[in-house]
């Protein structure tokens, strides 16, 4: 329990916290006939309403039927965008004519008076034509193939104007030390302010309040908004999920919320974003969210995460709350009169329960590209999810228009938070790089280093020791997987950190290291985001009761590469800074031919072939043997995936055969299995009820939305006789439910706590399943099995002691927690089925054990009489 934050306005008694990873009592949701007396304390309110939606809980139980085509776009087919939005050649305005889109009726924004989606283009279009202050820029398309809308306000520069001030951001970013002592940043350098808005596509408001602002921005003559924008660029993302927008939904087309992604980028939204905040280098974010009466605006409660210079970013971001929440109580709404609540700020109001310990969040993944003060803002009133169905027109019409408000309201205070403190903003800015690229030690928040910030108490404080540098080690005798290695080389880079290659090999630590190692060197502007994606990271199970959401996710144990950290930078050896990976296709110019299967590209390569008709065998441990025959096919696949194909004289044993999946499971993994290259049909407990077409696939995975017991009788007939020749591959408890009710393995689940998520240690048998297996798993809501019948193998196990590498995993009710877990089979299998009590495709996150999947998934096609 964190201690109590002294408030003299607003007191906050220590209380219990729940269970379950819910916001405190305060922030309940807006309901029809609010409490019309002031505020309680948080401790105080006896019947909280349902948790917000912002943070939902991680696990998702609906079966995905997301389009393959969203799958498509995001892995890299979708159409470029109109012009590099980090284009430093032109200047401002940058004015161009977007195409209308077709008028959708059926746009979810229409009913709530607010802007649909096709009106937007139009909008922009008149919002250019006001002056020479606003610019339209195409940053992308989203999975389900819409535009993606930034627009720049700022006065009028020439390009050699534009120039200058991307010479000075460059300088601020790679030269921190001299930035801070420039005389010209200091005074002719624009701050960025980024304004992100409806990233969950049902909380719409963020959108109308932006486009209001832009107008008003456009056509102001007061002197406040000629120094504002003289020497500021406020960049508005319109709407970060379009496909939400129009259908109402949290998630995009591929059925992910862009909220969660920021360390994996695996969609084109995500992506999106991520490159205006390394191209524009914001010092201040606002991400527009909905909904939470009274309004929260960030800062969060602990666990703060360890790798930010979190000093600097609690003193801008509590200092501009205090600005926003002004606002916001100032526009005169109160809960007598409409329902609304005064607004609150987690940090100074909460105990804990809203945090920002994983960077998967907008405002925590910006503070890594030099943001100093980011907030997630939750606008009052609900409107969406069952008041969208429930409630009249009129009174979300109502609900709505407020909303805007207090999102103008916060957008306002922010600008002018960003005209009075520009000079200290970008002072902080330059001094997170500094740091980074000094190798200076972070500073712990105190009353003394923030001074302004009540209530700072040692739960607020967390760093972390950096290491020298990082080593990716080239060679497969010395990482899991050569194209994962790739992977991971070119994420960084895109994530704007700077990675080396060694044009020679070296020595340090007594330990040889190839040449061709990439190498992390930790002084850099930003090592906190190089830290935060390859360290083990932290078991904080002791340190709060429950997450909001994950809580481990290090790249460097989950994506299936070898890293090390390094005493010291290495002498002798020339490193290179590289801006891509080197390719890894290759193909044997002689023999026959191996493919290992550890990789997700290596599954996608080997689906390509079969398809093609390639006749491919399986060896003993696990990798394909590509006949010489098939050398051309081999090369077309070496280079669509980046794979090597090496010379063999394994004969293989088993045949393989093309692979087409009937899969109930969440759009994390549905991606995933799309992303190696499986064919894929979505099915569900209604879609087998409608009756199915069996003998269209091979084998059936399950996670979530298939419940047996739901199933009709011609259901479960239809089911039970494609059992009886093919197999299952089940994950989590939905899919080992689903084994027990069909008798197909004898092994009972036991479910851990449903709370507990993080990277764990397991131990692999080395079978044709698991070889080559990384040592290392992720899961959320552990499962795993005991009472195993004689023909169960144990594949994958919990490692002994405490296998909780980082993350929070306690026990729910004296039981449920790692103790139990060690040592128990994380993974099984048999005749019939194989089944997961990790999570190897959550998300689309831990590319490591995507194999895992692809390795079972070609097993259990082939099983045949499993019953």
């Known amino acids: 329990m964190r201690t109590t934050r002294t408030v003299p306005a607003r007191p906050v008694p220590a209380r219990p916290v729940p269970a379950r990873p819910v916001l405190l009592t305060a922030l309940a949701l807006t309901t029809v006939g609010s409490c019309s007396s002031p505020r309680t304390p948080p401790s105080r309110i006896p019947n909280p309403g349902p948790p917000p939606v912002h943070r939902q809980a991680a696990l998702d139980r609906n079966a995905a039927r997301t389009p393959a085509s969203a799958a498509q776009r995001a892995l890299g087919t979708a159409e470029a965008p109109s012009a590099a939005i980090g284009d ?49 820029e195409i940053a ?171 000093d600097l970013f609690l003193k801008n971001t509590y200092a501009n709350a205090l600005r926003m929440e002004a606002a916001v109580n100032g526009l005169g709404h109160t809960p007598a009169k409409d329902g609304v609540e005064p607004a609150q700020i987690p940090f100074r109001d909460q105990e804990e329960g809203w945090d920002d310990w994983p960077p998967i969040f907008t405002p925590q993944y910006a503070a890594f ?42 957008l306002r205070a922010t600008l002018d938070f960003v005209r009075e403190r520009r000079t200290s903003l970008v002072a902080d800015q330059i001094e997170v790089f500094r740091r980074g690229a000094a190798g200076a030690a972070q500073v712990p928040v105190s009353a003394e280093t923030v001074p302004g910030v009540p209530g700072i108490g040692p739960e ?59 190498v992390v060197d930790m002084r850099q502007p930003k090592r906190g985001l190089a830290n935060v994606l390859l360290a083990d990271g932290r078991d904080i199970s002791a340190e709060v009761s429950a997450m909001y959401d994950i809580s481990g996710w290090s790249l460097g144990r989950l994506w299936g590469a070898a890293v090390e950290t390094l005493p010291r930078m290495p002498y002798g050896s020339a490193l290179r800074p590289v801006r891509a990976a080197a390719p890894v296709a290759y193909v044997a110019p002689r023999g026959d031919l191996r493919l290992r299967l550890d990789d997700p590209n290596e599954v ?173 798993g992720f899961v959320y809501a552990p499962v795993w099995f005991t009472g195993l019948g004689p023909n169960v193998r144990v594949e994958q196990a919990y490692a002994t002691g405490n296998p909780l590498v980082s993350g929070h995993w306690r026990a729910a009710d004296g039981s449920g927690g790692p103790a139990d877990a060690a040592g128990q089979a994380s993974v099984v299998s048999g005749p019939g089925a194989v089944l997961f009590g990790t999570e190897p495709l959550f998300r689309d996150h831990p590319k490591g054990e995507f194999a895992q999947v692809g390795r079972a998934l070609f097993s259990m096609a082939q099983a045949s009489g499993t019953r």
């Open 604 to 776: 996608a390569a080997l689906n390509a072939l079969l398809r093609q008709g390639v006749e491919v065998r399986r060896a003993a441990e696990g990798s394909a043997i590509v006949p010489g025959s098939a050398r051309r096919q081999a090369v077309a696949a070496a280079r669509a995936h980046d794979v090597a194909f090496h010379a063999t004289k394994l004969a293989g044993t088993a045949p393989l055969h093309r692979t087409r999946v009937a899969a109930a499971v969440t759009a994390g993994e549905l991606f995933a299995l799309r992303e190696m290259n499986f064919e894929v049909t979505p099915v569900s407990t209604a879609v087998l009820n409608a009756g199915f077409d069996w003998s269209s696939v091979d084998v059936l995975f399950v996670s979530a939305g298939l419940e047996y017991g739901d199933l009709t009788a011609p259901a479960r007939t239809a089911l039970d006789a494609f059992l009886d020749g093919h197999g299952l591959v089940g994950r989590g408890a939905i899919g080992a439910a689903l084994n027990t009710a069909t008798g197909l393995l004898a092994a009972k689940p036991v479910e851990g706590n449903g709370d507990a998520n993080g990277v764990v240690r397991v131990v692999n048998s080395g079978s044709t399943l698991m070889s080559g297996a990384p040592g290392h």
């Open 369 to 410: 590209h030099g943001t100093v003060a980011a907030h997630t803002v939750e606008i009052p009133m609900q409107v969406n999810n069952n008041a969208y169905n429930t409630l009249p027109q009129t009174e979300l019409r109502r609900r709505s228009a407020i909303n805007v408000d207090v999102a103008g309201a916060a």
């Open 460 to 518: 607020d404080v967390y760093t972390t020791t950096f290491p020298r540098a990082y080593v990716i080690p080239a060679g497969t005798g010395a990482q899991r997987s050569v194209p994962a290695a790739a992977r991971l080389v070119d994420h960084l880079l895109a994530n704007d950190v700077r990675v080396s290659r060694a044009d020679r090999s070296f020595r340090l630590g007594g330990r040889t290291y190839a040449k061709g190692s990439y």
């Open 140 to 310: 992308g398309r989203s999975a389900g193939g819409h535009r993606l809308y930034l627009v720049t306000v700022t006065a009028p520069e020439t390009t050699g104007q534009a120039r200058t001030q991307a010479r000075m951001r460059e300088l601020i970013e790679n030269a921190p030390a001299l930035a801070a002592k420039s005389p010209e940043v200091r005074k002719s350098y624009k701050a960025p302010v980024f304004f992100n808005n409806n990233i969950h596509g049902n909380e719409w408001e963020g959108t109308d309040a932006s486009l209001k602002l832009i107008e008003r921005l456009a056509t102001a003559t007061d002197a406040r908004t000629r120094d504002l924008l003289s020497h500021s660029r406020l960049y508005f993302n319109i709407t970060a999920n379009p496909d939400g927008r129009i259908a109402g939904t949290r998630a995009n087309a591929g059925g992910f919320d862009m909220n969660r992604d920021f360390v994996t980028a695996s969609q084109p939204e995500t992506r999106a974003m991520r490159q205006i905040m390394v191209d524009k280098q914001p010092a201040v974010l606002l991400d527009l969210h909905g909904y939470v009466n009274g309004t929260l605006i960030e800062p969060t409660t602990p666990p703060h995460g360890e790798n930010y210079e979190y």
């Open 88 to 136: 430093d050649s032109r200047g401002y305005p940058r004015r161009q004519v977007l195409t209308p889109d077709p008028e959708n009726p059926a746009d979810k924004s229409i009913k709530l008076g607010l802007t649909p989606y096709h009106a937007i283009a139009p909008k922009l279009n008149a919002l250019q034509a006001l002056g020479d202050r606003v610019s339209v």
